[in-house]
């Protein structure tokens, strides 16, 4: 983690932790990253939630369509990281066991839905 501390990475965590809705971090994460970048997160955290309910690896892959190798390093990340997953998981209601994921086509309606 000591590669990663710099005023830079504190002023980007700072401007995270400002948001307080949803739709807050929808706009401000569509304005600092790319669609294929905020998915890619999305898709990692999808993985972890899912090997912590004990998925295999063929499930996770099928589900998420994540190849092996993510599986394999958030899997590193999950046993050896620096247990933010495991703060994170301890705050939010787990994820279902019957989720099946949305192909994100239009984040405008995938946002207006998540607001109900």
């Known amino acids: 983690m000591k590669n990663l501390v710099s005023p830079s990475v504190d002023f980007l965590f700072d401007a995270i932790l400002a948001l307080k809705t949803k739709d807050e971090c929808y706009s401000?994460?569509?304005d600092i990253c790319t669609v294929n970048e905020l998915l890619s997160l999305s898709q990692r955290f999808e993985v972890a939630a899912m090997l912590r309910q004990k998925s295999t690896y063929l499930e996770?892959?099928?589900k998420t369509g994540?190849?092996?190798a993510t599986i394999s390093?958030?899997?590193r990340s999950l046993i050896y990281g620096e247990g933010g997953y495991e703060v994170v998981?301890?705050?939010i209601q787990p994820l279902p066991t019957d989720y099946s994921r949305e192909v994100i086509e239009k984040p405008?309606?995938?946002r207006k839905k998540s607001d109900k």
């Open 89 to 91: 998981f301890g705050r």
């Open 60 to 62: 996770i892959a099928d």
């Open 73 to 75: 390093r958030v899997n």
């Open 108 to 110: 405008e309606e995938v």
């Open 66 to 68: 994540a190849s092996t």
């Open 28 to 30: 401000f994460f569509e």
